[in-house]
């Protein structure tokens, strides 16, 4: 999260493109809306994680749905603090001078949980889509240990990329220029740090952005032809168990009509030759129903990132290029309102997820309705296990 840094980090700001006086005002208007999301996506988060663990994490799709809960957790939180501490300052609050340097210690935070959650997804997006492009050869390649293994290692190579940067920064107190009697807090920038800075926000918070993006938009596209491709099976299964049903409706009233016991017991052995078929048919059916639940439900997780992270493209592209769009530059404002509202963008995307999961997720909306007594959300025929009533 971009925060107002040039004047923590003391540096000389030109003539903005975006006044000061309008800079504030805006601000303050997209923390507000930062916080109108970000607030409830801690509690639906929270809620997510209690239901997912609940649930049991016996596969892979669970894992990485329970880690991306997680991560959105912590960023939410996060966010929440960065936020209310801009909100504070701008509204004047009793002793807020320190206010933009907790704002901006908590949005220094705040990018590690973020970049997990968009690997976390990124994850989610490649697997579900090798696993509808080609089902056999991945069909056991995801399973829940590997997953967890794969997201470990994610996390610990963007701890190692995002440590550094945090090294880099220091809180110090020094004399109070209005009050000499008192001191104020700012942040220092150790210029040693600095490549590893500038290798951070290249690599991960641009170039990795970038590449996630496109990732996760070649996978959002092969699910869905991947379950386009499962609806016409799943309808030529159904259309094929309704044929032999009718068939066999058909015969048993031949049987009656003509009284023939010798056609009946012709029509029972034939009950018996084709009652493994029927079961077969059922079976082929729930596994379809049930692989579709979960490819819809990974398909609109990511297909809800990928919109919410389209207008970050272009925004770290012209970052890259443009260097008057950087901390202490002359459109440095207008680039903490441009992240501002990212930041938004973020927020609904986390708060989004646990309406995704109440909808897609038979055992999410079962365990949910059970937690919470509602039984509007318990769905008998579905629930199995400790979800049953």
């Known amino acids: 999260m ?12 030109r003539r903005q493109i975006v006044a000061d006086e309008l800079f504030a005002y805006v601000n303050a208007l997209s923390c ?42 912590c960023s939410m939180i996060l966010t929440t603090l960065s936020a209310s501490f801009q909100v504070l300052y701008v509204l004047g609050a009793t002793s807020s001078k320190n206010f933009p340097i907790y704002s901006f ?34 069909r056991h390649a995801f399973t829940r240990n590997r997953s967890l293994i794969v997201l470990i ?4 190579i963007l701890f190692v990329c ?27 920038f150790l210029g040693t740090w600095s490549p590893a800075d500038s290798f951070y926000l290249i690599s991960v918070r641009i170039a990795l952005v970038f590449v996630q993006y496109m990732v996760m938009s070649v996978c959002a596209v092969a699910i ?22 009718n068939s066999q409706n058909s015969e048993n009233a031949a049987v009656k009509e003509n009284g023939s016991v010798s056609m009946e017991v012709k029509n029972v052995n034939t009950d018996l030759k084709s009652a493994p078929k029927r079961g077969s048919d059922k079976k082929i059916q729930q596994k379809v129903t049930k692989e579709m639940q979960v490819i819809k439900q990974a398909f609109v997780v990511v297909l809800v990132y990928v919109i919410c992270t389209t207008p970050t ?31 938004a963008t973020e927020a609904v995307n986390a708060f ?5 999961y109440l909808n897609f997720n038979s055992k999410f909306r079962n365990c949910f309705g059970t937690v919470f007594n509602l039984r509007y959300f318990i769905n008998s025929e579905t629930a199995t296990g400790v979800f049953k009533k």
Request: net charge positive; charged share 10%; glycine share 4%.
């Open 313 to 343: 493209i272009p925004t770290v592209i012209y970052r890259l290029v443009e260097p008057k769009f950087q901390v202490g530059a002359d459109y440095s404002n207008l680039m903490y309102v441009v992240f501002g509202l990212l930041n």
């Open 32 to 73: 507000f809306t930062i916080l109108i999301f970000s607030i409830p996506s801690i509690f639906f988060n929270a809620i997510n994680i209690a239901i997912f663990f609940k649930i049991g994490v016996s596969d892979s799709i669970t894992v990485c749905f329970l880690y991306l809960a997680l991560c959105d957790f």
């Open 2 to 13: 971009e925060m107002n840094d040039s004047s923590i980090l003391k540096i000389p700001l």
């Open 105 to 138: 210690n908590a949005a220094l935070f705040y990018g590690l949980p973020l970049s997990l959650a968009a690997a976390t997804t990124t994850y989610i997006a490649v697997q579900r889509g090798l696993c509808v492009a080609w089902p056999f050869l991945t």
């Open 162 to 188: 995002w440590l550094p940067r945090a090294a880099a920064y220091r809180n110090v107190y020094m004399p109070d220029p209005a009050m000499n009697s008192s001191q104020i807090l700012i942040v220092q």
């Open 352 to 356: 989004i997820n646990f309406f995704i």
């Open 153 to 156: 290692v994610i996390s610990i």
């Open 224 to 245: 869905a032809v991947g379950m386009r491709s499962s609806m016409k099976l799943k309808s030529a299964t159904t259309t094929s168990f309704d044929n032999r049903s």
